[in-house]
Every structure is written in structure tokens, then in C-alpha cells.
């Protein structure tokens, strides 16, 4: 029973649904929530569940890391593959920089206007 | 409380629209059939004589995308650069979380060492464990977070020391890709001596890369918590 959970197709559904739900949940706080502070939070929501999806989806059932230790030495076709993880360790970083770069401006914003919320910004004027 | 006020109707409207995207979304992925990538099989087999890293991810971040980690760090350090050109010198700053605590300030004096000890650990042991530069450099920050929490006010960061140790760490990483330029005929290919496999020293430049980013990200992840910790209140206004 528990066998026919441990295979790689099973493990890459419940890996994608749930990475798509997450990212759901993230999209509609982008579009409904109106407090800037949130809506960046939500899009770090968005950011995590692609994390999860690109990560999860080259696991395999039964590969190693991609780490030579506890007695393994060589590196071969048992080891799963190490670019999607570089690349999402890439990712993790630019997210952090650009989430910090946004709330910063969302801190300042409210320095200056006094709110922060994006149904009341009206710098542009009264043109639709 | 009636509904109608509870539930608003762009909300409702919103989640329906993605929830009909998700699915839709979905339906394309179950679509594609699960090619197997070659990239990583090669680049598993090319690590064993070209890195002697028994970590191929690191191999990865810091040989075989050496030049995409120095986008990356880039990245942040403009990032960071964005944060901190607003910042009005003259404002009188206070630290807005800060718990006055005995307890708190004397556990963080003597934890603050052995986190950064571990944050060192973390980065020199990248090429031989999971970890390295980025998550070493972010544990050393936490470190620096703990004080803040502890000390508050009283607790000043020397500006001088992060700026220079930022810009040596970047020029460093710099550096070493000019140095591969002249020894080893590539940008930031692998000049030095790789030794043996599992061993501490070894992987030629791949753990001076991993302790330059290491440090560059520990100073700029500071820089950004002091931002976010020690501002006036918003608040007040």
C-alpha cells in the first residue's frame, strides 16, 4: 500500500498540485489584497511555490543527493540532478534582493504619503 | 456581521479566475512527459576530474555557473545599493523591535561568537556538505539580527568595516576570475591545486569563491536588517 506511494509519478502530482495551490493562494492576495506590504508578501508566496515545483519535480524516488559523503565516491547516474538546485539557490537569493528592494520602497512610500494602501494612490492625478 | 461585507465580490471573483487558471495551468503540465535532463548526468560525471568538490551542487554554483553567481551577487549588492539610497543620514534612527531583557542580552553575548563560528564552519564545509556561502553568510546576519533583538540602540554597527568588506569580497570574487583568465586561459576556470576528494582543502578556487560570497552576503544581509530594524516608527506619523 505505502509501496505504490513511493513512486516517482505520485511523488511529482502531490509535489506539482500543491506547488499550484500555494501559488494560488499567493495570486489571490496579489489581486485582491489592497496594502502594498501584503501584496509583496504574496508574491513571495508565488515565488516559494515555483520554488517548490522546480525542486520537487527532479526528485526521483531512490537517487542520492548530489553529495559524495558517507562512504559514496563516485558521482553517477544514482545521484540526482545538481542544476535545478544551483539554479533555485540562485533563485532563493535574487527573491530575497528584490523582496527587500520592494519593501523598502513600500516603507518609504508610507513615509511620504502616509498610507499604504494601493486603492488610495492618487499621485498621478485624477486621470483614469 | 452580514455576508455580503465578509466575503467582497472582487475577492470571490479573483480566486475563481485562478482557480480556472491553476486548473488550466495544470492540464498543460500533465501533458508533458518527464524528459530526462542530460545536463546534470554530464555535469556529474565532468565534477569527479575537474572539481575533486564532493559537493556537486556547489560545483555547479561556483565552477560550471561561476558567472551567473557573480550576477547574482550582483544583483544583490544593487539591490542593497536601492535600499540604501534613500536613507536620510542626519534622521535620528531608533531600533523599532527590541526587547529589554537581562536574560536575552547576556544569552546573545555569548551566542553571538558561536554563531558566527557555526556561520564559518557552514561556508569553508560548502564543497564537502550541503551548505555553503550564501546560507553560511545568512547565519553569520542572524547573528548580528540576535544583537539588534538584544542590545537595541546601544548596539552600533561599524559602516566603515561592512562597506570594506563587501567591496573586498566582490573585487576578490572578481580577482579570482581574472586569475583564472591568466593561468588557466578561461574566466574563473580552476588554476589551483584540486587535492583530493572529501578532503578540507580542496577543490582548488571552489571554497575562496564560497568564502568571498560568503562574507559579501553576510555584510550585505546586515545592512538590510539594520534597515528594516532601526528606522523611525512609520507608526507615529
Not at chain 1, 553517477?76 to 539557490?89: E, F
Not at chain 2, 545536463?39 to 556547489?58: K, P
Not at chain 2, 536574560?103 to 555553503?132: C, D, E, N, Q, T
Amino acid at each position: 500500500m505505502l509501496e505504490m506511494l513511493n513512486q516517482t509519478p505520485f511523488v511529482h502530482t502531490v509535489v506539482t498540485v500543491g506547488s499550484f495551490v500555494i501559488f494560488g493562494i499567493g495570486l489571490v492576495g496579489v489581486l485582491s489584497k489592497k496594502n502594498l506590504f501584503k501584496i509583496f508578501l504574496s508574491l513571495s508566496l508565488m515565488e516559494s511555490a515555483l520554488f517548490l515545483f522546480f525542486i520537487g519535480n527532479h526528485y526521483e524516488v531512490g537517487m542520492l543527493a548530489p553529495i559524495a559523503a558517507d562512504g559514496i565516491t563516485a558521482f553517477d547516474g544514482h545521484m540526482v540532478d545538481p542544476v535545478p538546485q544551483a539554479m533555485i539557490l540562485t533563485t532563493i537569493v535574487i527573491g530575497i534582493a528584490v523582496l527587500a528592494l520592494a519593501l523598502s520602497y513600500v516603507v518609504r512610500y508610507h513615509r511620504l504619503s502616509g498610507h499604504n494602501r494601493i486603492d488610495k494612490m492618487d499621485e498621478l492625478g485624477d486621470e483614469q | 456581521m452580514n455576508l455580503k461585507k465578509t466575503i467582497r465580490l472582487k475577492t470571490l471573483l479573483s480566486t475563481l479566475m485562478v482557480s480556472f487558471l491553476t486548473i488550466t495551468l495544470l492540464g498543460i503540465l500533465a501533458q508533458v512527459s518527464g524528459e530526462h535532463a542530460t545536463l546534470g548526468n554530464r555535469l556529474l560525471s565532468l565534477n569527479h576530474n575537474l572539481t575533486q568538490s564532493a559537493n556537486a551542487v556547489t560545483s555547479v554554483v561556483t565552477y560550471f555557473r561561476g558567472l551567473d553567481t557573480l550576477g547574482e551577487v550582483t544583483i544583490l549588492f544593487l539591490s542593497i545599493f536601492g535600499v540604501g539610497i534613500g536613507i536620510n543620514r542626519s534622521e535620528h534612527l531608533h531600533t523599532i523591535l527590541h526587547y529589554d531583557n537581562a536574560l536575552l542580552k547576556m544569552g546573545a553575548r555569548v551566542l553571538f561568537p558561536v554563531i558566527i563560528l557555526f556561520g564559518f564552519y557552514i561556508i569553508f564545509h560548502g564543497h564537502l556538505s550541503p551548505g555553503g556561502g550564501f546560507q553560511g553568510g545568512v547565519v553569520i546576519a542572524s547573528a548580528f539580527l540576535l544583537m539588534f533583538l538584544a542590545e537595541g540602540d546601544a548596539y552600533a554597527l561599524d559602516h566603515k568595516i561592512l562597506t570594506l568588506v563587501e567591496a573586498f569580497s566582490g573585487v576578490g570574487f572578481v580577482l579570482l576570475g581574472l586569475l583564472g583568465v591568466l593561468l588557466g586561459g578561461l574566466f574563473l576556470s580552476n588554476p589551483l591545486p584540486l587535492g583530493t576528494l572529501g578532503q578540507l582543502f580542496s577543490g582548488g578556487v571552489l571554497p575562496i569563491i564560497y568564502l568571498f560570497v560568503g562574507l559579501k552576503v553576510a555584510a550585505e544581509i546586515t545592512v538590510l536588517i539594520e534597515y528594516f530594524i532601526r528606522t523611525h516608527d512609520a507608526r507615529d506619523a
